[in-house]
């Protein structure tokens, strides 16, 4: 009884330090494509100019992403930035995200539905529908997401950091899954490029759409586009 609160700041600390870095085992994949992507570049946006142009833009216009603009957003999200560490922190470094791409299309990046392999900087085609005709059969699926030219979506599956936790949580997948996000949103911004947040839609239904395993799970969906003229 007593020991429990002592040992707790010893675990805490190797947590904090990283100590047992095995990442999750990615998901088993079905074979697909694989699309290597461009190196991340260093643009002139600054970090201020990102957080004051952030906003949640609901009127997303194409051409659709091209594949150096995906890469740099998939990058800021999941990408490693030192090798087999990422641009966002995680417990254990556990990485318990998936990062996934639906867009409808652009002369460099074929319209399909993309998974993210952060560990080699590379896209796989896990299958050929876009954005409307993945996220459009979707009960109750808000229009401004279906209308925007690409959508990316961040799931997770639970993490169990300590082997005496009896339940696996969800808790620290949640809390990369903002990191995440905010990672994409400031990466689109500094861009010039339009961005919003959703997961108020049948998220059970996305993760259905995309073919996600039982336990991993869709989180928020992120759609990108150009900004409408006088937005
Ligand atoms: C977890 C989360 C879920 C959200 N879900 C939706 C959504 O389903 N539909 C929507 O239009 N906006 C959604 N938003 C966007 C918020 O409405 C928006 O961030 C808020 O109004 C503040 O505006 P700003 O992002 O422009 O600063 C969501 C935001 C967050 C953080």
């Known amino acids: 009884m007593v020991r429990a609160p002592l040992l707790r700041p010893v675990l805490l600390s190797a947590l904090l330090a990283g100590s047992s870095p095995a990442a999750l085992a990615p998901p088993a994949e079905p074979p697909g494509a694989t699309l290597a992507l461009p190196a991340p570049a260093a643009g002139p946006a600054t970090l201020d100019g990102a957080l004051k142009a952030r906003r949640t833009l609901r009127e997303l216009t194409g051409p659709a992403l091209t594949l150096g603009e995906a890469a740099q957003l998939l990058w800021s999200a999941q990408g490693e930035n030192r090798p087999g560490r990422r641009t966002v922190p995680s417990a254990h470094a556990r990485y318990p995200l998936g990062l996934y791409l639906i867009t409808e299309g652009s002369p460099t990046l074929a319209a399909g539905t993309y998974r993210y392999r952060p560990e080699v900087h590379a896209l796989r085609k896990?299958?050929?529908?876009?954005?409307?005709?993945?996220?459009?059969?979707?009960?109750?699926?808000?229009p401004w997401i279906t209308q925007a030219p690409s959508v990316f979506v961040v799931t997770g599956r639970p993490l169990k950091i300590f082997r005496r936790e009896t339940a696996p949580t969800m808790d620290y997948t949640f809390w990369e899954c903002g990191a995440a996000s905010q990672a994409l949103l400031l990466q689109a911004a500094a861009l010039g490029l339009g961005a919003g947040t959703a997961s108020g839609v049948d998220l059970g239904a996305v993760g259905a759409a995309l073919g996600l395993p039982p336990e991993e799970k869709a989180l928020v969906l992120l759609p990108v586009g150009r900004v409408k003229a006088g937005k």
């Open 126 to 142: 896990a299958g050929d529908k876009g954005v409307a005709g993945l996220l459009g059969p979707v009960q109750g699926m808000q």
